[in-house]
């Protein structure tokens, strides 16, 4: 089992930056894929972004591309989401999550099914 604990959150002002970070610990070394998610109140839970640990390969949602930035250090076992431009509609609780399985398309890692552990998550309030 893999325990995530997530860091970083806080409030910001529309068109500022925030940094998150997801410190791994217990059995990180089957971990193929580390992903961001992010609940809004009233909203369901949404993809974000993912890594595979790998080869690096990454998949961005949409409403994120070009202003996150998803990263690991895996020496430190530590995964870094750079949050950049941020909009009011990034409010929300942001999540780290770990998958023990591989795959070599990127869209089964933008699934909550496809993650086996899970951070506590970390608030993010954008005001305008």
């Known amino acids: 089992q893999v325990q995530l604990v997530e860091s970083g959150g806080g409030l910001v002002q529309a068109g500022g930056s925030l940094r998150l970070s997801c410190a791994a610990s217990?059995?990180?070394?089957?971990?193929?894929?580390v992903g961001w998610f992010r609940q809004a109140p009233g909203k369901d839970r949404e993809f974000v972004t993912t890594i595979r640990k790998t080869d690096g390969m990454t998949d961005y949602a949409d409403s994120v591309k070009g202003r996150f930035t998803i990263s690991t250090d895996n020496a430190e076992n530590t995964m870094y989401l750079q949050m950049n431009s941020l909009k009011p509609e990034d409010t929300a609780v942001y999540y780290c999550?770990?998958?023990?399985?591989?795959?070599?398309?990127?869209?089964?890692?933008?699934?909550?099914?496809?993650?086996?552990?899970w951070g506590q998550g970390t608030q993010v309030t954008v005001s305008s």
């Open positions: 217990g059995r990180t070394f089957n971990m193929y894929s």
């Open positions: 999550a770990a998958s023990r399985k591989y795959y070599t398309d990127s869209y089964y890692y933008r699934l909550q099914i496809s993650y086996d552990s």
